[in-house]
């Protein structure tokens, strides 16, 4: 399992756990800037190798735009880190044409 903190500096950061399995990631995005275990998760998600993912989302609110669009980058992130978790298919993981 790897970790990662995203937003750090933010009034609302993430700490997100990956973790390869066979032929995709699974990633558990906790809120808050540092790893605790005994903390739910705000939500989980997999991403494959051929680029499909699924999130289990809880409901979000966004007072703007900019906020929502945040989330959107957010999960392309996670799509880099599958890719490089998952070099072989990281073209297929990026929409890249072969």
Known sequence: M???EFYKESDRPFTVAA???GHFVEFTIY???EYDT???PLFVGV???DGCSNWDL???H???KGE???????LEELYYWAAELMPTNKDMILDKPE
Do not use: M
């Open 62 to 64: 966004f007072c703007t």
């Open 31 to 33: 809120e808050g800037a």
């Open 47 to 49: 991403i494959k190798w």
């Open 58 to 60: 809880p409901q979000f």
């Open 2 to 4: 790897e970790l990662r």
């Open 19 to 21: 973790e390869l399995k």
């Open 38 to 40: 005994k903390l739910d």
């Open 68 to 74: 929502a669009r945040r989330l959107g980058e957010f």
